[in-house]
């Protein structure tokens, strides 16, 4: 059952320089998109959300963009920063917002060089 | 600020056991969830809780699952006989439920089944 799919699964960038984590969903009754980041040995922290009302959310260093049509998020990062090296993980629930259970992708391990 | 608190850490037992893995959700949230992550696999849904009963579970949430909340604070997830298949991480969450608001999770149980 691939209904949210990160097709990467890692990548590098260079520290200051902005980081793209994309990910993509195929069911339309999906309303409300999060993003979530991982440390080993911790569980998932919340990040950012979008709902689909929306095409952008912004939170400091970090946007989510939303593209309905192509059923197509993106997480920017920037500047990226060491400490954002992590598993980030894109997320989509239903209509009812945050009361719905969580459709998980894999995951992209995201190393930020120094 | 508030958080998700899991308890045991890590749980090791032999199969066939029961195993009961408990959870603090945050004070204010109504909603709370059960997810598992199988090693090397995605985060999975297990069972959503609310008014204190189940509002919706996953295929994975077999009869020998089981969650319950029995007091204001504690929610648990009992798996009264336990298989090598259930070995994973189990991540407790839970959110608000008002509009748009995302989960929270704890760092999660691993649980070895022997």
């Known amino acids: 059952d691939q209904q949210v799919k990160q097709n990467s699964p890692s990548l590098s960038v260079q520290e200051g320089r902005i980081s793209i984590l994309n990910c993509d969903y195929t069911?339309?009754?999906?309303?409300?998109f999060l993003w979530y980041k991982k440390y080993p040995a911790e569980g998932p922290t919340f990040l950012i959300s979008i709902s689909s009302i929306k095409d952008k959310n912004e939170d400091g260093r970090f946007t989510v963009f939303l593209n309905k049509s192509a059923k197509h998020l993106s997480l920017h990062i920037v500047p990226s920063q060491p400490g954002d090296s992590a598993v980030y993980f894109c997320?989509?629930?239903?209509?009812?917002?945050?009361?719905?259970?969580?459709?998980f992708g894999t995951g992209t391990r995201l190393t930020i060089i120094p | 600020e508030p958080e998700v608190t899991q308890t045991p850490s890590h749980q090791v037992t032999q199969m066939g056991q029961e195993v009961i893995l408990r959870c603090v959700p945050i004070?204010?949230?109504?909603?709370f969830y059960w997810y598992r992550q199988i090693l090397g696999q995605k985060v999975e849904f297990l069972v959503s809780?609310?008014?204190?009963?189940?509002?919706?579970k996953s295929e994975i949430f077999d009869d020998q699952f089981s969650v319950e909340r029995p007091d204001g604070s504690n929610f648990t997830l009992k798996i009264r006989s336990t298989k090598l298949e259930d070995s994973a991480m189990y991540f407790c969450?839970?959110?608000?439920?008002?509009?748009?608001?995302?989960?929270?999770f704890g760092d999660g149980t691993r649980l070895s089944i022997l």
């Open positions: 069911n339309s009754m999906f309303d409300y």
């Open positions: 809780f609310y008014n204190n009963e189940i509002s919706e």
């Open positions: 004070s204010n949230h109504l909603y």
């Open positions: 969450a839970s959110s608000e439920g008002q509009g748009s608001q995302p989960q929270h």
């Open positions: 997320a989509a629930s239903g209509a009812n917002f945050g009361n719905e259970k969580l459709t």
